[in-house]
């Protein structure tokens, strides 16, 4: 079961899609260590998830102070999971869904948006990290000192020009790398 873990939203329990095949949830232990680790980042931020499954890390961003957040999957029942937890978190107002692939999504926001927080969690097994992470960079679409989350079941941190890594950790099968995009000197 999953829930949001704090914030306005606290102890709502989220809809997900059955199986793992199309999503993998992040477990309860990865995203409430994920959450420590960025929890004084949040609070007015815009938010961008790019493979959103049942969109919990988003909506839980948004529970602790985010002030909008895009979420994307590529698979239409995903969506509409999304907005079903998004509803019941009573968040809705907040959220924009996209039902399409992360390159559209990038491609669609270069020129015109910039987010403060993105997170990559996509199937491991696709390894889309480390192309999403280029395609981020290209597109030009993070703001200064931006904060990127890699999840993934890759045992080393994932790199990307223009940015640095805050933290690598893992948590069982599971490695999250944070990054942050260079040009803020009060983080360097």
Same mark, same amino acid.
């Given at each position: 079961?999953?829930?949001? &873990?704090?914030?306005?939203?606290?102890?709502?329990?989220?809809?997900?899609?059955?199986?793992?095949?199309?999503?993998?949830?992040?477990?309860?232990?990865?995203?409430? /260590?994920?959450?420590?680790?960025?929890?004084?980042?949040? @609070?007015?931020?815009?938010?961008?998830? %790019?493979?959103?499954? +049942?969109?919990?890390?988003? %909506?839980?961003?948004?529970?602790?102070?985010?002030? +909008? /957040?895009?979420?994307?999957?590529?698979?239409?029942? /995903?969506?509409?999971?999304?907005?079903?937890?998004?509803?019941?978190? !009573?968040?809705?107002? !907040?959220?924009?869904?996209?039902?399409?692939?992360?390159?559209?999504?990038?491609?669609?926001?270069?020129?015109?948006?910039?987010?403060? &927080?993105?997170?990559?969690?996509?199937?491991?097994?696709?390894?889309?990290?480390?192309?999403?992470?280029?395609? %981020?960079?290209?597109?030009?679409? %993070?703001?200064?000192?931006?904060? =990127?989350?890699? @999840?993934?079941?890759?045992?080393?941190?994932?790199?990307?020009?223009?940015?640095?890594?805050?933290?690598?950790?893992?948590?069982?099968?599971?490695?999250?790398?944070?990054? =942050?995009?260079?040009?803020?000197?009060?983080?360097?």
């Amino acid at each position: 079961m999953m829930r949001i &873990i704090t914030g306005s939203a606290r102890s709502v329990k989220l809809l997900t899609l059955e199986g793992d095949e199309v999503t993998r949830p992040t477990t309860e232990r990865v995203k409430e /260590a994920l959450f420590s680790m960025i929890q004084f980042d949040l @609070e007015g931020r815009k938010v961008l998830d %790019l493979f959103a499954g +049942s969109g919990q890390l988003a %909506l839980e961003a948004l529970s602790r102070g985010a002030a +909008s /957040a895009v979420l994307s999957d590529i698979d239409r029942d /995903a969506c509409e999971i999304i907005k079903k937890n998004a509803q019941k978190t !009573k968040l809705y107002e !907040k959220t924009r869904v996209l039902n399409t692939d992360y390159k559209a999504v990038i491609r669609g926001f270069q020129g015109r948006e910039k987010f403060d &927080i993105v997170f990559l969690d996509p199937p491991y097994a696709a390894n889309l990290v480390e192309d999403a992470l280029a395609r %981020l960079i290209r597109a030009d679409i %993070l703001a200064e000192g931006a904060i =990127v989350i890699c @999840e993934s079941d890759k045992d080393t941190p994932f790199e990307a020009e223009g940015m640095y890594v805050k933290r690598f950790a893992r948590y069982s099968k599971s490695y999250l790398t944070v990054l =942050v995009k260079k040009g803020d000197e009060a983080d360097e």
